[in-house]
């Protein structure tokens, strides 16, 4: 989870610490990947410009509940 103080937000903080973690995930022969809120334009921005893309469909998490339904 990445969060930049408003008062910090457009200086490059959150786009430097996520670059970061990108180049570790993909030194270590991993594939980096994020989940963005579609409503989220700031972050999906800053995802694209870090040379990330979105998928295709949407991926949605579902929690299985106690009765075995997802909610």
């Known amino acids: 989870l990445l969060y930049v103080s408003e008062e910090y937000r457009g200086k490059g903080i959150g786009a430097s610490l ?3 973690i990108i180049n570790t995930v993909k030194y270590n022969g991993y594939i980096p990947f994020g989940h963005v809120s579609v409503d989220n334009i700031p ?8 040379g990330l893309y979105l998928s295709d469909t949407p991926v949605w998490w579902l929690k299985k509940s106690e009765n075995n339904t997802c909610n």
């Open 18 to 20: 996520e670059a970061f």
């Open 43 to 50: 972050s999906l921005e800053m995802q694209k410009k870090l």
